[in-house]
Structures are given as C-alpha cells and as structure tokens.
C-alpha cells in the first residue's frame, strides 16, 4: 500500500505556509515553523539549510505552477522561430508575467506569496534560489530577441525595472482587512504600462 504521508519537507513547507498566512510574513520563526511542524528544532536547517532556503522552496512549491506552463509554452514557441524569427512580441511576453500576477492577488494566500516573494527579491535585486521557470535569464533573452535593436545591457536593464515594478505593486503587504487593501490597477493596464516602457526609444536614439 502506497504511504501517501506527507515528506517532512512538506510538512515543514506546510507550515510555515500556514504560519506565514496566520500572523504574517515577519512574524514567524524558524522555531516556529518547526513547532508548527511537529518537528525538532534543527529541522528546518537541516532540509533547507536556513529560513531563506526555507522560503525559497516554498515559492519554488507553490509559484512554478502559475508561472511555468506559461513560460515554457513561450520558450516552446519562441525557440521554433528560430534565430531569424520574431518572438511572439513584448506584449504577449509581459502579459506571460503579468497574468499569474493578477490571479495571485485574487486570494489570500496569492497575496501573501507575492508579498513573500518582493521581500526576498526586492532588498538585494535577485531572485531566490529557484529554478530557471522563474528566474530573468529566460525572460531577458526573449525579450532581447523581441527588440534586437537594444543592446543587452539595456535589455538587462529594462527587464530589471519592469520587474521591480511589478513586485511592488503585486507584492505589498498583505492588508489586515479587505477594506483597507488599496485596489490594484487592472492587468490590461499593467500589460499596457509595462510593454511601452519595454518598448521605448532608447535615450539618445532621437526618436
């Protein structure tokens, strides 16, 4: 008969998701989340090495499935293109972004990993430890091949600003009652800001 238990990385995951939801992303503990476990005081840094590992496996867990269908239907697309072929453009690759970014903010939990996530990227301008679904490689390089004209440097840049942007609208704290949350723009418009900024002239282009 298969052991359908959950493996003490879940559990531990488990918890700290139910903790981070429950009292806030600041307020829990490594302590904490092994209580809240069952599980003795080393066990978080022994399955994930420390509360940063912790958090990052978790948005690895619970991220990659709105992110990572979308991304490798786009990579899938781009890369039967060919050297010589457009991508699919700016807009369908931020909308590729942006989208998971809406729906997270529909629910709670969605709020509080998009909150998670900010406050691990944000402080230091990387992303956690999580596999290429999620990182800016994929993402500046299609993105280069969509607008040749720029120079990778730039392209670099703008993909940094633009995801900045989009991590601090989606990822402010968590309000503690819906009538305080400060609405968030519609995704179209979004979409729409972010892809003319992408697009812009480059400074000093004289167009």
């Not at 989340?33 to 912790?54: I, K």
């Not at 633009?162 to 400060?182: H, I, M, N, S």
Request: glycine content about 8%; hydrophobic content about 45%.
């Amino acid at each position: 008969m298969a052991d359908d238990s959950p493996s003490t990385r879940d559990r531990l995951l488990d918890a700290a998701e139910r903790l981070f939801l429950e009292k806030g992303v600041d307020r829990v503990s490594v302590r904490a989340v092994n209580a809240e476990a069952g599980l003795n005081p080393g066990a978080v840094h022994y399955h994930f090495g420390s509360r940063e590992g912790l958090v990052s496996a978790l948005l690895e867990r619970e991220l990659e499935p709105f992110w990572g269908d979308r991304l490798r239907d786009v990579i899938r697309r781009a890369r039967a293109c060919g050297d010589d072929g457009a991508l699919s453009g700016v807009r369908e690759l931020v909308t590729t972004l942006v989208e998971p970014f809406d729906e997270l903010s529909r629910t709670e939990k969605g709020r509080m990993l998009c909150h998670l996530l900010a406050r691990s990227v944000l402080p230091t301008g990387t992303m956690p430890n999580v596999s290429p679904w999620f990182g800016s490689p994929p993402f500046e390089v299609m993105l280069g091949r969509a607008l040749p004209g720029l120079p990778v440097h730039e392209v670099s840049e703008r993909w940094r600003l633009a995801f900045t942007l989009l991590l601090e609208v989606y990822g402010r704290p968590v309000a503690p009652a819906p009538a305080a949350a400060v609405p968030l723009p519609e995704a179209a418009t979004v979409v729409a800001f972010v892809t003319a900024g992408l697009t812009a002239p480059s400074p000093g282009s004289g167009t």
